[in-house]
């Protein structure tokens, strides 16, 4: 009797479970405000068709189709909200936002986290719901949802409890501000998609980024100058110094810069200087080869800058200098050190914006 009893209890709460995870109302993201898309693609997660622009290698068509810095802005009533994936392309590395998503809620006029989930590497199941959050109290609340960093969705859903409101947020961010640039402005090392620079000067300033950052592929090749020329904004930002090698540098800056200049007239055209790199610090050949970097790019852009009335030359800092390290590898910045590169750009930038009409917007 007592194992019949055990037996019923059993089912009953195996019911249960199946009644929770089917009670969810389920809404594709991209039905809802999709904010920072360059264009328009097939696949609404890709960030560049690469049935329209050719050239990329395979690890470069990887990238354009991974969502890095696209956001969904959604309004919603839920005391719960998770979401629910179809994976196209999986990156194996172990870092969480690389297959994660990263939740901000509005309060009191400021975008604070509200929580975070991952998906592991092999996940199958698009019907899986993955709380992000919950055990919020009642009440109607703005969102913000950064997408993976380095994953493909050819799905995304965002679930709230059936009978919840869900529905699009009128972006309440202004302007378009292209990022392009190395793994820095991709997000690598980041332990949740929102901290990347882009991500976190786009919810400061309140400035809209159109991302474009591509892991270890940033060299101005010909190709991305297509696409760049393309992409309708507002100002552009580039990071071109901390993938391409000296000879690359030498040879390929300056006429990058003149099709920028040319296909966006007007439009304020700004360039960072790469970081110092923690690996310098004893690494005689890193210092040789990112110092000597950094001296090239300092002698050409001058030259840029004296040619071209909206160039700009700003530098970044990503580090400490207190001894203590920022950086998750010796390469790249964690958390804090993308906060202090982020810190040490918005004033400047936004100085620069200031010429040409454009304010933040809080």
Not at 31 to 40: D, I, M, R, V
Not at 98 to 117: E, H, N, P, Q
Not at 155 to 183: D, K, N, T, W, Y
Not at 235 to 259: C, E, G, H, T, W
Request: net charge positive.
């Amino acid at each position: 009797m007592k194992r019949f009893i055990f037996t019923i209890a059993a089912i009953a709460l195996c019911l249960n479970a199946a009644a929770q995870t089917s009670a969810w109302k389920k809404v594709e993201a991209s039905s809802l405000n999709l904010c920072g898309k360059a264009f328009a693609t097939p696949n609404p997660y890709h960030r560049i068709d690469t049935c329209v622009y050719k050239g990329f290698t395979p690890g470069e068509n990887n990238q354009c189709r991974v969502p890095a810095g696209l956001t969904v802005m959604f309004r919603t009533d839920a005391t719960e909200i998770g979401t629910s994936v179809e994976f196209g392309w999986v990156n194996r590395d172990a870092y969480r936002s690389y297959r994660g998503f990263d939740l901000y809620i509005k309060k009191d006029g400021k975008w604070l986290w509200a929580g975070a989930s991952t998906f592991d590497r092999d996940h199958r199941d698009k019907d899986r719901v993955v709380s992000i959050v919950k055990d919020m109290a009642p009440g109607e609340k703005e969102c913000l949802l950064y997408l993976p960093l380095y994953t493909e969705l050819n799905s995304c859903q965002v679930c709230v409890p059936a009978g919840s409101m869900l529905e699009p947020l009128e972006s309440p961010f202004r302007h378009r501000i292209v990022f392009h640039g190395s793994s820095f402005t991709h997000g690598i090392s980041c332990t949740r998609a929102g901290m990347s620079y882009p991500m976190q000067f786009m919810r400061k300033t309140g400035l809209q980024v159109i991302p474009m950052g591509f892991s270890g592929n940033c060299k101005m090749q010909p190709y991305f100058a297509d696409v760049m020329e393309d992409i309708e904004a507002d100002a552009y930002v580039f990071d071109p110094f901390s993938n391409p090698n000296i000879p690359m540098i030498r040879k390929r800056l300056l006429p990058f810069i003149d099709r920028m200049v040319k296909a966006h007239p007007g439009k304020p055209i700004i360039i960072q200087r790469t970081i110092y790199w923690e690996k310098e610090n004893f690494n005689t050949s890193a210092q040789a080869e990112f110092g000597g970097r950094r001296a090239l790019s300092d002698s050409l852009m001058k030259i840029a800058c004296k040619k071209y009335r909206d160039v700009y030359y700003i530098k970044p800092d990503a580090a400490l200098h207190n001894g203590e390290s920022s950086t998750a590898d010796g390469t790249h910045p964690n958390d804090n050190g993308y906060s202090l590169w982020e810190a040490s750009i918005e004033k400047p930038i936004l100085k620069i914006l200031r010429k040409y009409g454009i304010r933040r917007t809080w």
